[in-house]
Nanobody, 121 residues
C-alpha cells in the first residue's frame, strides 16, 4: 500500500505564486516518474507536469515557463512551483506516483486526494 498526500493549495490572485508538495509513504521500493495533474470543474483531468527518477521533465504547453516540477528522491517527495498564475489554472491538483516493482519491469500508479488551487479574478 502506498499513500500520497498533497498540500499547498490555496486561494491566490492572478499573477501570484503557489508551491505544492506531494509526500509518498508506504510500501515503496522505487518511485519512477511522478507527476502533477489537474481537473477543473466540467473538464477532464489533464497532465500538468511530470518528472522522472533522474529528473527529466515534461510540461503541458499551457504551463511552460510558469510552472516548475521537482523531486527529492531521498524524501519521496515531489513539488510544483507555480508562478504567474492565471484564472484558468484554477483546479484540483493531484499528485501521481509510479511505483516500480520487480526491478522496474512492473509498475503501479497511485494518486493523492487532491488539493484545491483557486486563482481569483
Amino acid at each position: 500500500q502506498v499513500q500520497l498526500v498533497e498540500s499547498g493549495g490555496d486561494l491566490v490572485q492572478p499573477g501570484g505564486s503557489l508551491s505544492l508538495s506531494c509526500a509518498a509513504s508506504g510500501s515503496i521500493v522505487s518511485i519512477g516518474a511522478m507527476g502533477w495533474y489537474r481537473q477543473a470543474p466540467g473538464k477532464q483531468r489533464e497532465l500538468v507536469a511530470r518528472i522522472t527518477k533522474i529528473s527529466s521533465t515534461d510540461y503541458a504547453d499551457s504551463v511552460k515557463g510558469r510552472f516548475t516540477i521537482s523531486r527529492d528522491n531521498a524524501k519521496n517527495m515531489a513539488y510544483l512551483q507555480m508562478n504567474s498564475l492565471k484564472p484558468e489554472d484554477t483546479a484540483v491538483y493531484y499528485c501521481n506516483a509510479r511505483i516500480d516493482r520487480r526491478g522496474g519491469s512492473v509498475y503501479e500508479d497511485y494518486w493523492g486526494q487532491g488539493t484545491q488551487v483557486t486563482v481569483s479574478s
